[in-house]
């Protein structure tokens, strides 16, 4: 079983910035991607960004230019650099990671409010 701990959510000023990491419990060599996905209330979980294994990574239309996936593999664990953050931010965001199946983690709340 993998475990996905997430940390780096909070409240912040629309412009401001966050940034979220996702620590694995094993190495991430070994999976095929992880990424970034969230969900705001009422609405169905998106995907955010993804890194494949290769290292390429793609990103939703709402959040190019503003926010980058990237990936420590010494320590195992994925980031996401969020700046620029609007209110439509504001979400639960949760990381995942593939293989056979798929993982995730418990959430971070992302706040964007004034």
């Known amino acids: 079983q993998v475990q996905l701990v997430e940390s780096g959510g909070g409240l912040v000023q629309p412009g401001g910035s966050l940034r979220l990491s996702c620590a694995a419990s094993?190495?991430?060599?070994?999976?095929?991607?992880m990424g970034w996905y969230r969900q705001a209330p009422g609405k169905q979980r998106e995907l955010v960004a993804t890194?494949?294994?290769?290292?390429?990574?793609n990103y939703a239309d709402s959040v190019k230019g503003r926010f980058t996936i990237s990936r420590d593999t010494a320590k195992n664990t994925v980031y996401m650099q969020m700046n620029s953050l609007k209110p439509e931010d504001t979400a639960v965001y949760y990381c995942?990671?593939?293989?056979?199946?798929?993982?995730w983690g418990q959430g971070t709340q992302v706040t964007v409010s004034s």
């Open positions: 094993r190495s991430i060599f070994s999976f095929n991607a």
């Open positions: 995942n990671a593939r293989e056979n199946q798929s993982y």
């Open positions: 890194i494949r294994s290769l290292g390429s990574t």
